[in-house]
Structures are given as structure tokens and as C-alpha cells.
């Protein structure tokens, strides 16, 4: 027979067996949550997630760092779309022209030069000068003048407009065929210069 100590005793590695078992399962998560879901509980009520290290990061910081990147990746969009705004404003202005805008230009701003600085050379008499061009648009959009006629004729005037005007072509755009290919293409021009005074 057990004595009343003895009895006593076991009683109490019972008592302490069984405190423990509930002090274990009340904190205590299933290994199958653990592996399948991704998310660990600690006893000091952090979170570790699945990827993130061993070091454990309480519940208000892993808030303050779930906003502080949402507002970073709103930031990034934000730049995002200005750049791509901006990007597409200056491939808007920096658009290559149509070939007869481009050569529009041109014959305004070097008309201007041949009126200030040809016409009023000695060797140009009172009058009106019609000129004929034809240019050859290259492959590559570069322009070559193939012939100049000047009515009346003025042969100061030619060479003045060959060199002054006709050597500073702009570069145009490849004329293509329904092919996709470029081609070369005879352009014709027709300026009129007017001299008032000799």
C-alpha cells in the first residue's frame, strides 16, 4: 500500500503534467497551418511570414511597413506616368516633319537670304526673275539639285542660288513605294525673285 505521501506525490506529477499540456496546446498551432499557409506564430505575438527572416517584427512595424510601400509604389506609378507623358511630348515635338513642311521652311528662310543678299548686288538688273528647280529626293532623303533656269536669264543669280540656297537642302523623309522601299523622286520648284531698284 502507498502511503498518503506517496499518494499525495503523484498527485502533484499529475496536477503538473497536466498543467502543462494545457499551458502547451493554448499557444500551439498545427504543423499543417505552419507548412500550408505560410505564417508562423511566436509566443510574443509577432509574425513571421514565409520568406522573411528569423528576426521577428511586431505587428505595428509590419503595418508601418506594408503603408510606407504602398505609398512608395504609388510614387513610382506617379513617375512613372509623368516620364511617359513627358517622353511622349517630346517624341511629339521632335516628330519628323512631312517633306513638304520641311522644304516649305526651307524656301521661306533662304528666299529671304537671296532677296537681302543676292538682289541687291549690281550684277542683278531691275526686275522680276522666275526660277525653275529640279531637285532629285535621294534614297536616303537627302536632295541633289539636278538644274537651274533662270527667265530672264541671270547667270549671277543661278550661281548665287546654287550655292546660298540649293547647297543647304534640309533632309526630307525617304519617299517609299507601296512596298515599303524607298525611291528616288524628281521634286520641281518654281521661285520668283523681285528687284525694284538697280
Known amino acids: ?4 505521501t506517496d499518494c499525495f506525490s503523484d498527485m502533484k506529477t499529475i496536477i503538473l503534467i497536466l498543467l502543462l499540456a494545457m499551458g502547451f496546446s493554448v499557444k500551439a498551432q498545427s504543423l499543417k497551418d505552419a507548412l500550408f499557409k505560410g ?17 521577428l517584427i511586431p505587428d505595428s512595424l509590419v503595418k508601418k511597413r506594408t503603408d510606407s510601400a504602398r505609398q512608395t509604389a504609388k510614387t513610382v506609378d506617379s513617375i512613372k506616368k509623368v516620364t511617359a507623358d513627358s517622353t511622349l511630348a517630346v517624341n511629339r515635338a521632335n516628330a519628323p516633319k512631312n517633306n513638304d513642311e520641311l522644304w516649305k521652311k526651307f524656301i521661306e528662310e533662304y528666299s529671304a537670304i537671296i532677296n537681302s543678299e543676292v538682289l541687291t548686288s549690281p550684277k542683278i538688273k531691275k526686275g522680276t526673275y522666275t526660277l525653275y528647280i529640279d531637285c532629285m529626293i535621294e534614297t536616303d532623303g537627302s536632295v541633289t539639285t539636278s538644274n537651274i533656269i533662270c527667265v530672264p536669264e ?40 523681285v528687284k525694284e531698284k538697280d
Do not use: C, I, W
Open 1 to 4: 500500500m502507498h502511503s498518503y
Open 39 to 55: 505564417n508562423l506564430k511566436s509566443d510574443t505575438g509577432m509574425l513571421v511570414k514565409k520568406g522573411d527572416s528569423l528576426k
Open 154 to 193: 541671270n547667270s549671277y543669280l543661278v550661281e548665287q542660288v546654287k550655292l546660298k540656297m540649293m547647297a543647304n537642302t534640309p533632309q526630307l523623309n525617304p519617299v517609299l513605294m507601296s512596298n515599303g522601299k524607298p525611291r528616288r523622286t524628281l521634286k520641281k520648284q518654281v521661285l520668283k525673285f
